[in-house]
């Protein structure tokens, strides 16, 4: 159980592009979802959190405007990177948990997609 | 804010032997504590988890520590084997303003040598 699944896994895309990575959870349903970037050899860094009908908590650093999250159902949350450059290539992965506000539940992790920007 | 420090960075051990990975936190407020697994090209996969009113939880060949005193948690793993080499990162956990507030370490390489 508590499986997430993240789409596309791979996306390269020429700079200026917009890219739109879906993040499903497919036998819970995710009050909260999470999105993070991660670099090569290094920890998960939190963009933003998100719960479910509401607007996204971006941590601080993190453009709202340029990494646009939506969570409009208990099962789907999306990250737009708008006209996205070179500095914007990474590995972006989604995470989502079940119990608002619930700090002793896990995150499920999907596997990820890595995003190259040409 | 909650600081999680993870070592060692990097674990090299014979298949079969015993690895250990360490992980201190600064917030006594961190009261969920998950393991997660990352394989390459993967997300990261939930091992074992511990709740703070709970000193140690055991799976099979993986075992999980926790002294909320001195705030640090433990992962062990026994027999290792070649499948068990991976990235693990230690986590804590908080409630923060109404939601999950979660801290990662930097990780740990482990590897096997069969």
């Known amino acids: 159980g508590a499986v997430v699944s993240q789409h596309p896994s791979r996306v390269i895309c020429k700079s200026g592009t917009s890219v739109k990575i879906e993040c499903r959870s497919l036998?819970?349903?995710?009050?909260?979802m999470f999105w993070y970037r991660q670099f090569p050899k290094k920890s998960l860094m939190l963009m933003a959190t998100?719960?479910?009908?509401?607007?996204?908590?971006?941590e601080q650093g993190v453009e709202k405007d340029k990494f646009l999250i939506n969570h409009a159902s208990l099962t789907l949350s999306t990250l737009t990177v708008t006209s996205a450059h070179p500095e914007d290539s990474s590995f972006y992965i989604c995470?989502?948990?079940?119990?608002?506000?619930?700090?002793?539940?896990?995150?499920?992790f999907g596997d990820g997609t890595r995003l190259s920007i040409l | 804010g909650e600081n999680v420090e993870q070592h060692p960075s990097t674990l090299s051990v014979q298949e079969g032997d015993s690895a250990v990975i360490k992980c201190t936190y600064s917030?006594?407020?961190?009261?969920?504590f998950p393991w997660y697994k990352q394989e390459l090209g993967k997300g990261p996969q939930l091992i074992i988890d511990?709740?703070?009113?709970?000193g140690e939880k055991k799976d099979q060949r993986i075992a999980v520590t926790l002294n909320k005193t001195a705030k640090h948690f433990s992962l062990h793993i026994t027999e290792t084997q070649p499948e068990d080499s991976a990235v693990y990162f230690c986590a804590a956990s908080m409630n923060s303003g109404g939601y999950q507030k979660v801290t990662f370490g930097i990780g740990t390489k482990l590897q096997v040598i069969p």
């Open positions: 917030d006594s407020a961190s009261n969920y």
């Open positions: 995470s989502a948990t079940w119990l608002r506000g619930g700090a002793d539940q896990p995150q499920h």
């Open positions: 998100s719960n479910e009908g509401s607007k996204a908590t971006y």
């Open positions: 036998d819970f349903q995710a009050t909260t």
């Open positions: 511990i709740r703070s009113n709970v």
